[in-house]
T-cell receptor, first 112, second 112 residues
């Protein structure tokens, strides 16, 4: 089946630093999504990407849909303590009834 | 006003018991999902219903039986619970044709 690998698995950064993480797949997707999960909560959608090469921002977050359609990137600028959490990428194909395949997550820790 | 609500939040039960988890969404979405998150935080789809009809059924033991009485509700019944069923179960919903889910806050199931 499809597998999504996220890197790095975990990051420890200082408040104010920029963060980059990525997600790669063994097969193509039509849609890429990025979620954030806080402890004890469900994932919350941050950004959705619909076209290869697309670059989309949401506040301090910027995500890109890779040209090959097999990868995506998420950047967070000027990190703050509340950015702490697990970031998941997810891929969707138009043909499989809205099913999302999730990556294995990047855990972000921000030191004040 | 919670968008996707799951009950209970925590469930501790003995091996061999039967238990149910309930999920309701008030977003007007037509598709609902159950995902399982294991101890390594990996999210794996179990089931998906669209307008009360089962459309995705991944390789889940048939001890797990979803039921959707209407498109706003998707419940999960589990028979003969096993230790390996311990995990966090997330309900989610979406609109057909739109991308990205709204997740509930999860049900932490512990089988002892």
């Amino acid at each position: 089946g499809q597998q999504l690998n996220q890197s790095p698995q975990s990051m420890f950064i200082q408040e104010g630093e920029d963060v980059s993480m990525n997600c790669t797949s063994s097969s193509i997707f039509n849609t890429w999504l990025w979620y954030k999960q806080d402890p004890g909560e469900g994932p919350v959608l941050l950004i959705a990407l619909y076209k290869a090469g697309e670059l989309t921002s949401n506040g301090r977050l910027t995500a890109q849909f890779g040209i090959t359609r097999k990868d995506s990137f998420l950047n967070i600028s000027a990190s703050i303590p509340s950015d702490v959490g697990i970031y998941f990428c997810a891929g969707q194909l138009n043909t499989n009834a809205g099913k999302s395949t999730f990556g294995d997550g990047t855990t972000l820790t921000v030191k004040p | 006003d919670t968008a996707v609500s799951q009950t209970p939040k925590y469930l501790v039960t003995q091996m061999g018991n039967d238990k149910s988890i309930k999920c309701e969404q008030n977003l007007g979405h037509d598709t609902m999902y159950w995902y399982k998150q294991d101890s390594k935080k990996f999210l794996k789809i179990m089931f998906s219903y669209n307008n009360k009809e089962l459309i995705i059924n991944e390789t889940v033991p048939n001890r797990f039986s979803p039921k959707s009485p209407d498109k706003a509700h998707l419940n999960l019944h589990i028979n003969s619970l096993e230790l390996g069923d311990s995990a966090v179960y997330f309900c989610a919903s979406s609109l057909t044709g739109a991308n990205g889910y709204t997740f509930g806050s999860g049900t932490r199931l512990t089988v002892v």
